[in-house]
């Protein structure tokens, strides 16, 4: 079952893209910077505009995740990635960037940013037990599983 995500531009980038996806079958919507120019420093974090607003229906999340193609080329990353967004967000969606790579790296206005994906979630009852229920793995983690 599909929904209905909606969003708004900010009167000051009439001109900007809609999220959109590069493929049919992508399962990320492009963003795209509203800010006309935007230098990285090499180990610089910032926060980039996108000039649009959204609403989510209720039980929807918003994940944004970062580019693949900044990441490998630039060493530009998303370092909360997934960032989520709550469905009762009305701000402007801004991304937070960081540039993991030796070289500055500037972004321009319309470049694609970031990507969106769309999960439903579920808000289970959280209940204080005094016991859980025994596993074979029990407390092992972080890599315990699958060694011989």
């Known amino acids: 079952m599909t929904f209905e995500v909606r969003f708004s531009r900010l009167p000051t980038n009439p001109d900007l893209a809609l999220p959109e996806r ?8 492009d963003v795209r910077s509203a ?3 935007v230098t990285l420093r090499p180990g610089e974090t910032r926060l980039v505009s996108t000039g649009l607003i959204m609403e989510l229906p209720e039980g929807v999340e918003c994940q944004v995740r970062p580019r693949s193609g900044l990441a490998l080329k ?3 990353t998303l370092p909360n990635s997934p960032g989520t ?3 009762d967000y009305r701000g402007e969606l801004r991304v ?4 993991l790579g030796a070289e500055p790296v500037t972004l321009s206005r319309g470049e694609r940013i970031a990507q969106l994906v769309f999960a439903r979630f579920e ?3 959280v209940v204080e037990v005094d016991t859980l229920s025994e596993t074979e793995r029990g407390e092992h983690g972080f890599g315990s599983t699958g060694r011989a």
């Open 22 to 29: 590069a493929t049919p079958h992508a399962a990320g919507y």
């Open 123 to 125: 808000a289970p009852t």
């Open 96 to 99: 937070i960037m960081q540039n």
């Open 35 to 37: 800010e006309e120019s």
């Open 74 to 76: 630039h060493g530009v």
């Open 85 to 87: 967004i709550d469905p």
